[in-house]
């Protein structure tokens, strides 16, 4: 009879078991975003890196609190943006959000603490730090697209150093993000078939660019691909 119960017991802890998630590496940047109006205005881009053998299905949400203030949003899943990078392996992609809006205009400096949640209550914990403040201005670069071709022209830009693609679906939100090599005073270019061919969902594009430390960033507002 024990031994009918020790395994009976076995068996239930296996099928109950599931795998916990982890975090392998978190990004968080104050944004600067162009509005449709041409204005710019401050966000808060925070996403994390999220493996999970369960899969995609068994994230559940993000809460991040600023410690100083007591302030915290949380950001359901239905809430949050998924999209892979050109090297995530299958159980591995990236959720999070650029729409984090303080209520009183600017973001706080200090400490804030972020905790990423499975649909089992597993719980990932990450901490970073806002320390210096960011300066709203228009970022000197352009995207266009005409005749098929994209191009990306980079003027006398001091803050920020590398660009990237941001490929949104017609929901507009973010699917594939492509890093494209381009520096102060130059320019790179390539076919619209080349953007559809890295996701065939994507119906808009913007161009992103953050600093060497990538804490600070820029994202242009949305073109339509076609």
């Keep these: 009879m024990k031994k009918f119960f020790y395994l009976f017991l076995i068996l239930f802890c296996i099928s109950c078991s599931v795998n916990k998630p982890y975090v392998s590496s978190l990004?968080?940047?104050?944004?600067?975003?162009?509005?449709?109006?041409?204005?710019?205005?401050?966000?808060l881009s925070l996403f994390v890196r999220f493996n999970d053998e369960d899969?995609?299905?068994?994230?559940?949400?993000?809460t991040l609190f600023q410690k100083d203030t007591a302030l915290y949003w949380h950001i359901t899943r239905s809430l949050s943006s998924f999209f892979k990078t050109d090297y995530e392996d299958k159980n591995t992609f990236i959720v999070g959000t650029?729409?984090?809006?303080?209520?009183?205009?600017?973001?706080?400096?200090?400490?804030?603490?972020?905790?990423?949640?499975?649909m089992q209550g597993n719980k990932v914990v990450r901490f970073f730090k806002i320390d210096d403040e960011l300066k709203l201005s228009h970022l000197d670069a352009t995207?266009?697209?005409?005749?098929g071709i994209w191009n990306v022209k980079v003027g006398d830009e001091a803050l920020f150093t590398r660009f990237y693609l941001l490929l949104l679906g017609a929901d507009?939100?973010?699917?594939?993000?492509?890093?494209?090599?381009?520096s102060s005073n130059g320019q790179v270019s390539d076919s619209i078939e080349s953007l559809k061919s890295e996701s065939p969902d994507a119906r808009y594009v913007q161009l992103c660019a953050e600093n060497p430390q990538r804490n600070k960033g820029y994202l242009a507002k949305p073109i339509q691909l076609y």
């Excluded at 990004?27 to 966000?43: A, H, M, P, Q, Y």
């Excluded at 995207?143 to 005749?147: D, H, R, V, Y």
């Design 98 to 118: 650029n729409k984090i809006v303080y209520p009183l205009g600017r973001f706080p400096l200090g400490e804030y603490e972020v905790q990423v949640q499975d």
């Design 172 to 182: 507009r939100q973010p699917i594939f993000l492509k890093t494209i090599n381009v």
């Design 55 to 62: 899969g995609i299905n068994d994230y559940d949400s993000m």
């Design 27 to 43: 990004s968080c940047k104050r944004v600067i975003v162009e509005l449709d109006n041409g204005n710019v205005t401050e966000r």
């Design 143 to 147: 995207l266009t697209i005409e005749n």
